[in-house]
């Protein structure tokens, strides 16, 4: 089973920006819809965005504006653009995506391990 790979986390501080990247293990033709979730300490795993096979786009309401999710089939990679950043996005974030593999009929979900984002004060 192909595994996604996410990269771009780190320490920034409040107002600051960073770029979430997310990767297939191996090769695949593309992703079809892609998902990014995050887990704050002690909290529930929650949706952050999402972006539909067709490329519509939806944000939890906290991000909406400050965030955007992408995928470049071309790359076959997927992203998260975030920007204004706040101590309540503190998380690991994971990326969920439906993946082509070996055909462009029917796909397979694949999660990634998560990558740390702590934004300070």
């Known amino acids: 089973q192909v595994q996604l790979v996410e990269s771009g986390g780190g320490l920034v501080q409040a107002g600051g920006s960073l770029r979430l990247s997310c990767a297939a293990s191996r090769s695949i033709l593309g992703f079809s819809a892609m998902t990014w979730f995050r887990q704050a300490p002690g909290k529930q795993r929650e949706l952050v965005a999402f972006?539909?096979?067709?490329?519509?786009?939806n944000y939890a309401d906290s991000v909406k504006g400050r965030f955007t999710i992408s995928k470049d089939n071309a790359e076959k990679m997927g992203f998260l653009q975030m920007n204004s950043l706040k101590p309540e996005d503190t998380a690991v974030y994971y990326c969920?995506?439906?993946?082509?593999?070996?055909?462009?009929?029917?796909?397979?979900?694949?999660w990634g391990q998560g990558t740390q984002v702590t934004v300070s004060s």
């Open positions: 969920n995506a439906d993946l082509f593999v070996s055909n462009w009929r029917s796909s397979e979900n694949s």
């Open positions: 972006v539909t096979a067709g490329g519509t786009t």
